[in-house]
């Protein structure tokens, strides 16, 4: 059967591909698998139908015949353990993929969506200017040990994989700061994520949902 992903019926990113339904697309497009899409509005989002598939009324759902399956992560996981491409067949190597995975999403990626929440939900707070230096170093620290690691490889450990397809969507959250700037490599990183084939066209095509949003 061919799976079903749920994504934003008009995406608060604006068609930047930061949704986390573009996650799920480019590891579908990765490993060749074909996908439909159901567009869901934010008022869907929120109505019994939804929140038996999601019970946070997010997205990404993820559907499979009697399969259904939530969390942006968990999906992209599933989705390279039943196919080829996305995890070393070594068993040690396999385990290390899904190591920098867990820790694309938890160590890295929470202190970036804390700077979000600083920008976004805390700007007229007195104390705003001092704590969003505090979590920018933070990010800082993390970035630095990050680029120690990656040093002059291509990729995390070996082979793209779907460790490197979660931690350059966790670092493109930063484009819209300077942070990345100050690690050239790290730059470069997510630079060769985005020019691959399967990035490419998962970001075409959550941009046309955009756009066709926009103009309808």
Same mark, same amino acid.
């Not at 009324?57 to 491409?85: C, K, M, N």
């Not at 929470?110 to 933070?138: M, P, S």
């Given at each position: 059967?061919?799976?079903?992903?749920?994504?934003?019926?008009?995406?608060?990113?604006?068609?930047?591909?930061?949704?986390?339904?573009?996650?799920?697309?480019?590891?579908?497009?990765?490993?060749?698998?074909?996908?439909?899409?159901?567009?869901?509005?934010?008022?869907?989002?929120?109505?019994?139908?939804?929140?038996?598939?999601?019970?946070?009324?997010?997205?990404?759902?993820?559907?499979?015949? $009697? *399969?259904?399956?939530?969390?942006?992560? @968990?999906?992209? &996981?599933?989705? !390279?353990?039943?196919? /080829?491409? =996305?995890?070393?067949?070594?068993?040690?190597?396999?385990?290390?993929?899904?190591?920098?995975?867990?820790?694309?999403?938890?160590?890295?990626?929470?202190?970036?969506?804390?700077?979000?929440?600083?920008?976004?939900?805390?700007?007229?707070?007195?104390?705003?200017?001092?704590?969003?230096?505090?979590?920018?170093?933070?990010?800082?620290?993390?970035?630095? $040990? *990050?680029?120690?690691?990656?040093?002059? @490889?291509?990729? &995390?450990?070996? !082979?793209?994989?779907? /460790?490197? =397809?979660?931690?350059?969507?966790?670092?493109?959250?930063?484009?819209?700061?300077?942070?990345?700037?100050?690690?050239?490599?790290?730059?470069?990183?997510?630079?060769?994520?985005?020019?691959?084939?399967?990035?490419?066209?998962?970001?075409?095509?959550?941009?046309?949902?955009?756009?066709?949003?926009?103009?309808?």
């Amino acid at each position: 059967m061919t799976p079903t992903i749920t994504a934003f019926e008009k995406s608060p990113d604006r068609g930047k591909g930061q949704a986390r339904d573009m996650r799920v697309r480019w590891a579908l497009e990765e490993v060749g698998q074909p996908y439909e899409v159901r567009l869901v509005s934010f008022a869907a989002m929120k109505e019994p139908p939804h929140h038996a598939l999601q019970p946070f009324g997010q997205i990404p759902t993820y559907e499979d015949g $009697d *399969l259904a399956l939530f969390d942006s992560s @968990a999906i992209v &996981l599933h989705i !390279a353990e039943r196919h /080829a491409g =996305l995890l070393p067949d070594e068993a040690n190597a396999r385990a290390h993929a899904v190591m920098w995975m867990f820790a694309a999403v938890t160590t890295m990626e929470w202190t970036i969506v804390e700077r979000e929440t600083a920008i976004l939900l805390e700007g007229e707070e007195t104390w705003h200017k001092q704590r969003l230096a505090v979590v920018e170093d933070r990010i800082r620290g993390r970035l630095r $040990d *990050l680029s120690a690691r990656l040093g002059d @490889a291509e990729w &995390l450990d070996g !082979a793209f994989s779907a /460790a490197d =397809l979660s931690m350059v969507m966790v670092l493109r959250r930063l484009n819209r700061s300077n942070l990345l700037d100050e690690f050239p490599n790290l730059l470069a990183y997510v630079a060769r994520g985005e020019a691959r084939p399967a990035f490419k066209r998962a970001f075409d095509a959550q941009l046309a949902v955009f756009t066709a949003a926009s103009t309808g």
